[in-house]
């Protein structure tokens, strides 16, 4: 089965309301046809205006960076799913390090947040990834695993078979050390071997497995082109057109 291909990018928290159009307008202009998605993860702000920039580009979609786990309610300051629905966004970020270390993010939350997600019919790009102590324990697989199956694996196949999982490790992000293709591969195809375990040979080999991690035009056709490599999810490189761009047009 041919898996979809997919060049995300993790603005986080970073552009105004006005540079962000920009850039969404940039990257618009710059694409040239492919067969792969291109997934903007814009600030909640942002959505909105990206996604009408984007709507008439072919094969771009929009993706919100998190979301509250309630459908609606008295949580200030919070986004509700079916806001991000409204405003015509596809996917959702869930499982960002960043959210899991510094907003508290546990399995059992994110296990939450995954159904609200789903039960809106949007999909959930489920990062996943361990920090540098448990790389250099060697336990990084077991580490992976337990996220997934605490926050994924109570799913039924057919629900399953709508995420994306972007393994991300924390070691690799925002500090220009990328995982080597040769490790990148290893954990897609540990990853990947869980989910055969677990659901079955098809949905294993349906599932897009993003990397994530200092992607910058210079290593990402490298990355992109091991077998169980289906993209990436790019931080900083995603906030410079000519770079995403590029990153875009490494898929061989
Ligand atoms: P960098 O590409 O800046 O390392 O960030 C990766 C990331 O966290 C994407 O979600």
Redesign the pocket.
Known sequence: MKRQQIAAG?W?MNKTYKEGRALATAIAKGMTSTDSLVILGTPAIHLNAVANIVKKVPNVEVAAQNCHQEKSGAYTGETSVEMIKSVGAKYV?LG???RREYFNEGHELLAAKVDTVLGKRLIPIF?CGEPLAIREAGTHVAHVKKQLEESLFHLKKKAFSKIVI?Y?PIW????GVTASPQQAQDMHKAIRQLLADKYGSDIAEGTSILY????KPANAKEIFSQPDVDGG??????LKPDDFLQIINSFS
């Open positions: 993790n986080k970020i960002h390090s960043e990062c972007a991300e690799a992000i925002g500090t994530g991690g200092s992607v999810l790019v931080g900083g490189a995603s």
